[in-house]
């Protein structure tokens, strides 16, 4: 069973930045796509970036495109994303999403339905 840990949420204010983290165990992650998802308060769960964990390819939201980057360290089964010039919009609960046998693209184009596993979700708040 997968199992995924997010940590690094927080309070920063707009144009700073954040990185969290995503602790991934329970499998082998060779065939898998790994993604962060958000949900803002009164909104449906949004795609936000995802990466091939065999290739390294990635695929962004055109809302965080060049601005947030998504990675991974093989060694340690855990997935980045570092957040630059945050902006108010990008206060949510963000999730950790593991799926099998897919790829970056197709996590970021299915959304939700293409997702197998979540973590617990942390908090994001960019307010001055």
């Known amino acids: 069973q997968v199992q995924l840990v997010e940590s690094g949420g927080g309070l920063v204010q707009p144009g700073g930045s954040l990185r969290l983290s995503c602790a991934a165990s329970?499998?082998?992650?060779?065939?898998?796509?790994m993604g962060w998802f958000r949900q803002a308060l009164r909104k449906e769960r949004e795609f936000v970036a995802a990466?091939?964990?065999?290739?390294?390819?990635?695929f962004y939201a055109d809302s965080v495109k060049g601005r947030f980057t998504i990675s991974r360290d093989n060694a340690k089964n855990t997935v980045y994303l570092q957040m630059n010039m945050m902006k108010p919009e990008d206060t949510a609960v963000y999730y950790c999403?593991?799926?099998?046998?897919?790829?970056?693209?197709?996590?970021?184009?299915?959304?939700?339905?293409?997702?197998?596993?979540w973590g617990q979700g942390t908090q994001v708040t960019v307010s001055s």
């Open positions: 999403a593991a799926s099998s046998f897919t790829t970056a693209q197709t996590m970021g184009v299915s959304g939700t339905p293409r997702v197998g596993s």
């Open positions: 329970g499998r082998t992650f060779s065939s898998y796509a």
């Open positions: 990466i091939t964990w065999s290739d390294g390819s990635t």
